[in-house]
Nanobody, 124 residues
Framework: QVQFEESGGGLVQAGGSLRLACAAS????????MGWFRQAPGKEREFVAA????????NYADSMKDRFTISRDNAKNTVYLQMNSLKPEDTAVYYC?????????????????WGQGTQVTVSS
């Protein structure tokens, strides 16, 4: 079982930046692919970004690939999401997730473990 501690969410003005962090417990973090997803009120959960266990491959949702950057530090069991040029439509609860497949999966159904989420609110 893997548990996550997410941090870095909050309130920011449009155009601002936030850096989310997701620290994982357990010994196998460096074998997991990691992803970030988000869910806005009244909407379905959507893919944001993912990174392979090695960090050598990443995937992004098209609408975010020029503004968001996913990275990981396996020595710290932590995955990050740097979010720049934030827009009000980025307001959502952001979740980190782990897939035991190790890849940079884009589909939520492929993830085995999920964090509790951190709220990001972007004001206009």
């Amino acid at each position: 079982q893997v548990q996550f501690e997410e941090s870095g969410g909050g309130l920011v003005q449009a155009g601002g930046s936030l850096r989310l962090a997701c620290a994982a417990s357990g010994r196998n973090f460096n074998t997991y692919g990691m992803g970030w997803f988000r869910q806005a009120p009244g909407k379905e959960r959507e893919f944001v970004a993912a990174i392979r266990w090695s960090g050598r491959r990443t995937n992004y949702a098209d609408s975010m690939k020029d503004r968001f950057t996913i990275s990981r530090d396996n020595a710290k069991n932590t995955v990050y999401l740097q979010m720049n040029s934030l827009k009000p439509e980025d307001t959502a609860v952001y979740y980190c997730a782990a897939t035991t497949s190790g890849g940079a999966a884009t589909e939520a159904r492929l993830y085995d473990y999920w964090g509790q989420g951190t709220q990001v609110t972007v004001s206009s």
